[in-house]
């Protein structure tokens, strides 16, 4: 691990900010297996170089297509605002409107952090994205806690608490959030496994079935109904490209509607690479979505540098990032964002997960090592990423 690398650069920020990254990484933490906490890029010295954010605000250039979104943590509302405020106008919370993060006892709700994303997004007139609602990942303890799988009284006390949490979450942020992730990822990634069962998911296993994720989408749309907000329902997942997930999210889709639930579009992830996956891959998987009448987003986009093989949990060694390999991503994003263009009558929203290369998740996703997935680099400046997508 290259300490220097990981220590490097920057500005305008304190000691005050590089406490609020460690305590804003702490849930992280939960996340999935495989993540190691690492040490923060955050700037640890002062420069007085100028920052080139670049001129041309993304989400205006975008305006005629599609609404430009970022993750978003509490902390970046200040260290970040500059780019922040200019460049995007949809936000989704990284971590704090997940169910841990949120809802910490059965009465005890945390809605501090979230409270100042949803400040931030009115006061600035910005839109948001509920993130998410039922995910088999960073749950507290005393969901599942004591419950009884397949036991009929149980599963009623879960759904209670499903429907309560849903309840409390569209009334007080329902006004600023115009789309939900109600499910995230409950598809398997296993052949011929149609969901994540019992071992994977807390949710599946105390159902004994897939009917949470109906409950999901009903008890949603209800809180929407009784808050007067028309937001748009979404299931969210990776490998949405992949012929064998998608024909599951389909099945799941047309089961849903079936039983008379709502859903209004699916969410491509976009935690891709600069390879994969190819824009053919990603034509037909829009091509499928459209012709099932549905919507389609990009949730969480971010190129990392890196082409592992996951087959093998064979992972890439640290490589810099060399003027070469800048100009290749500008490219992968280049050609991701006129697809997306071809496709702006049935895409709402693009949202990169991150802002800036000084905080992703990547850095300590599959293992520690520094990547470069977005399009404003460590100093805030626009990456030639950028001038790809805003030179059109
Ligand atoms: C998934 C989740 C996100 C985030 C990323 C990793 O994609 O949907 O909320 O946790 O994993 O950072």
């Given at each position: 691990?290259?300490?220097?690398?990981?220590?490097?650069?920057?500005?305008?920020?304190?000691?005050?900010?590089?406490?609020?990254?460690?305590?804003?990484?702490?849930?992280?933490?939960?996340?999935?297996?495989?993540?190691?906490?690492?040490?923060?890029?955050?700037?640890?010295?002062?420069?007085?170089?100028?920052?080139?954010?670049?001129?041309?605000?993304?989400?205006?250039?975008?305006?005629?297509?599609?609404?430009?979104?970022?993750?978003?943590?509490?902390?970046?509302?200040?260290?970040?605002?500059?780019?922040?405020?200019?460049?995007?106008?949809?936000?989704?919370?990284?971590?704090?409107?997940?169910?841990?993060?949120?809802?910490?006892?059965?009465?005890?709700?945390?809605?501090?952090?979230?409270?100042?994303?949803?400040?931030?997004?009115?006061?600035?007139?910005?839109?948001?994205?509920?993130?998410?609602?039922?995910?088999?990942?960073?749950?507290?303890?005393?969901?599942?806690?004591?419950?009884?799988?397949?036991?009929?009284?149980?599963?009623?006390?879960?759904?209670?608490?499903?429907?309560?949490?849903?309840?409390?979450?569209?009334?007080?942020?329902?006004?600023?959030?115009?789309?939900?992730?109600?499910?995230?990822?409950?598809?398997?990634?296993?052949?011929?496994?149609?969901?994540?069962?019992?071992?994977?998911?807390?949710?599946?296993?105390?159902?004994?079935?897939?009917?949470?994720?109906?409950?999901?989408?009903?008890?949603?749309?209800?809180?929407?109904?009784?808050?007067?907000?028309?937001?748009?329902?979404?299931?969210?997942?990776?490998?949405?490209?992949?012929?064998?997930?998608?024909e599951k999210i389909m099945k799941m889709a047309a089961w849903l509607h079936e039983k008379?639930?709502?859903?209004?579009?699916?969410?491509?992830?976009?935690?891709?690479?600069?390879?994969?996956?190819?824009?053919?891959?990603?034509?037909?998987?829009?091509?499928?979505?459209?012709?099932?009448?549905?919507?389609?987003?990009?949730?969480?986009?971010?190129?990392?540098?890196?082409?592992?093989?996951?087959?093998?949990?064979?992972?890439?060694?640290?490589?810099?990032?060399?003027?070469?390999?800048?100009?290749?991503?500008?490219?992968?994003?280049?050609?991701?964002?006129?697809?997306?263009?071809?496709?702006?009558?049935?895409?709402?929203?693009?949202?990169?997960?991150?802002?800036?290369?000084?905080?992703?998740?990547?850095?300590?996703?599959?293992?520690?090592?520094?990547?470069?997935?977005?399009?404003?680099?460590?100093?805030?400046?626009?990456?030639?990423?950028?001038?790809?997508?805003?030179?059109?």
């Amino acid at each position: 691990m290259n300490t220097k690398t990981l220590l490097k650069k920057n500005t305008i920020h304190t000691v005050a900010v590089l406490l609020a990254v460690l305590l804003s990484l702490l849930p992280a933490c939960v996340t999935r297996s495989g993540e190691k906490p690492v040490a923060s890029k955050q700037p640890v010295e002062e420069t007085t170089k100028a920052v080139d954010i670049g001129d041309v605000p993304l989400h205006e250039k975008y305006a005629p297509y599609f609404a430009i979104g970022t993750a978003i943590s509490p902390y970046q509302l200040e260290t970040h605002e500059k780019i922040l405020a200019f460049h995007f106008s949809h936000l989704t919370p990284e971590n704090n409107m997940k169910f841990a993060n949120i809802h910490r006892r059965e009465d005890i709700y945390g809605f501090s952090g979230m409270d100042m994303v949803t400040d931030f997004a009115r006061e600035h007139g910005m839109r948001m994205t509920g993130h998410a609602l039922v995910w088999h990942s960073q749950n507290p303890k005393w969901l599942f806690e004591g419950l009884v799988p397949g036991n009929p009284d149980d599963i009623e006390r879960l759904s209670r608490r499903l429907e309560s949490h849903i309840g409390t979450l569209a009334a007080r942020y329902g006004d600023v959030i115009d789309n939900w992730d109600v499910v995230n990822e409950a598809v398997s990634e296993t052949e011929g496994l149609m969901y994540r069962t019992g071992e994977e998911s807390g949710w599946y296993n105390i159902f004994g079935s897939e009917e949470f994720i109906y409950l999901a989408f009903i008890y949603t749309e209800a809180a929407l109904d009784a808050n007067d907000s028309e937001a748009l329902l979404f299931y969210n997942d990776y490998n949405v490209a992949r012929p064998e997930k998608l024909e599951k999210i389909m099945k799941m889709a047309a089961w849903l509607h079936e039983k008379g639930a709502r859903i209004d579009g699916i969410g491509f992830q976009g935690h891709w690479n600069m390879t994969e996956p190819s824009i053919d891959e990603l034509k037909a998987a829009f091509d499928t979505i459209i012709e099932g009448g549905l919507k389609i987003k990009i949730s969480e986009l971010d190129i990392s540098v890196y082409k592992d093989d996951w087959t093998t949990s064979t992972w890439e060694d640290e490589k810099p990032f060399t003027a070469e390999l800048e100009r290749e991503q500008a490219g992968r994003y280049g050609e991701l964002f006129t697809l997306f263009r071809e496709y702006s009558d049935h895409i709402t929203e693009v949202t990169f997960w991150g802002m800036s290369d000084d905080r992703t998740w990547l850095d300590r996703f599959p293992v520690v090592r520094n990547n470069y997935p977005l399009l404003f680099d460590d100093d805030l400046n626009a990456k030639q990423a950028y001038h790809a997508i805003i030179d059109f």
